[in-house]
């Protein structure tokens, strides 16, 4: 089933919230994994936080992603949006032809246009330099700390992206943390 998505989260009334009050944002391309993560905010009170049904990408659109079958055991977590020259088994098949593809709303961490970033966490299976793109400019403005997930993505490319914005890089297992050379905490990482 393919359904056409038209909605611009950046100008909804959670992101208005969110550019008002401190907040955690988190973004969620899978419908079905998005219902669990605004369930899991509502029912333990997490008022501080402001969830996304949308797919983090170097510029904004759709995105047409695949639908695994969530009645069927998978490492749902470890669903590719793309499919991958070595697309990551999670389980079951994942069926990447276009007519199995459903459309889900693609946007950057820039079109937010939020007024403070302290921290980016980026997990997007193989789409983290995109995701770095789409965030370039927030990046420049408020020198996150940013921890990427390194495993499907190409480690030399992440730093190589991050060191040339004057970020100072910490390998944290399947994950880089990146720091800003400007940060206050720098001192205190190891």
Known sequence: MNREVHVRFWESPEVKVLRATRQ???????????YALAGNIAINNCFNAVALNAAIADKPGVLRMPQPDY???ASFGSLE???RA???????PI???DESLMAVQAITIDALKL???????IDVEGMEMDALAGAAE?????HPVVLVESIKASAAALREWLTARDYKIFDAGINLLAVHRSDPILPHMR
């Open 86 to 92: 070595n697309t990551e088994f999670i389980g079951q």
């Open 138 to 142: 927030s990046v420049a403005q408020h």
């Open 71 to 73: 009645l069927r055991p």
């Open 81 to 83: 949006l793309r499919k």
């Open 24 to 34: 955690v944002l988190a973004i969620e391309a899978q419908e079905r994994i998005y």
């Open 95 to 97: 069926d990447y032809s």
């Open 115 to 121: 007024p403070r970033i302290d921290f980016i966490k």
